[in-house]
């Protein structure tokens, strides 16, 4: 089955300053990854997603890339904000509407 | 966007006991998903719930300990049975509208 990794576990960075998360998927057939925000206590949100006919997606702050070939994608978040603060989860599926296999995640903290 | 409600929101049991969690959703959706989120971790796929048959179990779950019901397009139900202190999580429901997954707010479970 898919495998997706991700780093880095922990990422803090001053708020201004920009920050980016990577992940790696095995399987070859997935098309459909999405960037999941978490906040402590609260339910995954989708903050932006990307299939696989599209190199780069971008929506205000954050975008992300895809490299098919190498089976990686990141998530760039740019002029980063106290209220970014949170867990980031990336994902890989391969179809519409099907199961999503979540990466390890990655506690970012924007610190003053 | 779309709504799951799920509840309950969190519940204490004791060992040997069985809670069914569930989720409602505003609208139908062809599959929920149900998924464990360990605490500090990751979501982990538990199973994929179709109406009107059995629900399709991931590695590592099986149906005796988390039987699931499915009996309309809009509502899902997640028992967990025997329940030990390994079985301490939050427990997920997801759905899909249009490409996009969304998750009911969680079942926080501590099992005493």
């Known amino acids: 089955g898919e495998n997706v990794e991700q780093h880095p576990s922990t990422l803090s960075v001053q708020e201004g300053d920009s920050a980016v998360i990577k992940c790696t998927y095995s399987?070859?057939?997935?098309?459909?990854f999405p960037w999941y925000k978490q906040e402590l206590g609260k339910r995954p949100q989708l903050i932006i997603d990307?299939?696989?006919?599209?190199g780069e997606k971008k929506d205000q702050r954050i975008a992300v890339t895809l490299n098919k070939t190498a089976k990686h994608f990141s998530l760039h978040i740019t002029e980063t904000q106290p209220e970014d603060s949170a867990v980031y989860f990336c994902?890989?599926?391969?179809?519409?509407?099907?199961?999503?296999?979540f990466g390890t995640g990655t506690r970012l903290q924007v610190t003053l | 966007s779309a709504v799951i409600s799920q509840k309950p929101s969190r519940d204490i049991c004791q060992r040997g006991t069985s809670l069914t969690i569930q989720c409602q959703v505003d609208s139908q959706v062809t599959m929920m998903f149900w998924y464990r989120q360990q605490p500090g971790q990751s979501l982990t796929l538990i199973a994929t719930?179709?109406?009107?048959?059995?629900?399709?179990?991931e590695s590592g779950f099986v149906i005796d300990k988390f039987p699931i019901s499915r009996p309309n397009l809009t509502f899902s139900t997640l028992t967990v049975s025997n329940m030990s202190p390994e079985d301490s999580s939050i427990y997920l429901c997801s759905g899909y509208r249009d490409t996009e997954a969304f998750f009911g707010q969680g079942t926080r479970l501590t099992v005493v």
């Open positions: 994902a890989a599926s391969t179809g519409t509407a099907s199961k999503l296999t």
């Open positions: 719930a179709n109406q009107g048959s059995e629900a399709t179990y």
């Open positions: 399987d070859s057939a997935s098309n459909y």
């Open positions: 990307i299939r696989s006919n599209v």
